[in-house]
C-alpha cells in the first residue's frame, strides 16, 4: 500500500446527539465517500473506512465524530491510494 505513518489522535470524551466520541485528527485524513465524509484506519492488520461527521475542520486539524476504535491507527498518507482501492472493491 506505501508507506505507513503512526500518529497520536487526541479523543475528548463529549457527549454528543450521536453518542460517538470526538476525534480530533489530522485534516488531510479526511476524505468524501459517496457524499459521506470518512476516515480510514488501520485496525491490527485490517484497513477500514470509518464514517464521520465533521464537526469543524481548517486548514490542519479536523473534528469529527466516529466509532475509532482507541487501539486504531488513523491514515494521513496515501488515503487518495486507500480510496481508489476502495473503489475497486465495489
Do not use: C
Not at 479523543?11 to 465517500?33: C, E, G, H, I, M
Not at 488501520?42 to 481548517?58: E, W
Not at 486539524?61 to 486504531?72: G, K, L, M, R
Amino acid at each position: 500500500i506505501g508507506d505507513v505513518v503512526a500518529a497520536t489522535v487526541l479523543t475528548k470524551n463529549n457527549p454528543s446527539a450521536s453518542n460517538k466520541p470526538l476525534w480530533q485528527v489530522p485534516a488531510r485524513a479526511v476524505t468524501n465517500w459517496k457524499g459521506q465524509s470518512v476516515v480510514f484506519i488501520y485496525l491490527g492488520n485490517q484497513i477500514l473506512m470509518v464514517p464521520a461527521n465533521v464537526i469543524s475542520s481548517d486548514d490542519d486539524v479536523a473534528s469529527i465524530h466516529a466509532n475509532i476504535p482507541a487501539q486504531a491507527k488513523v491514515a494521513i498518507t496515501g488515503v487518495a491510494s486507500l480510496k481508489a482501492l476502495a473503489q475497486k472493491v465495489e
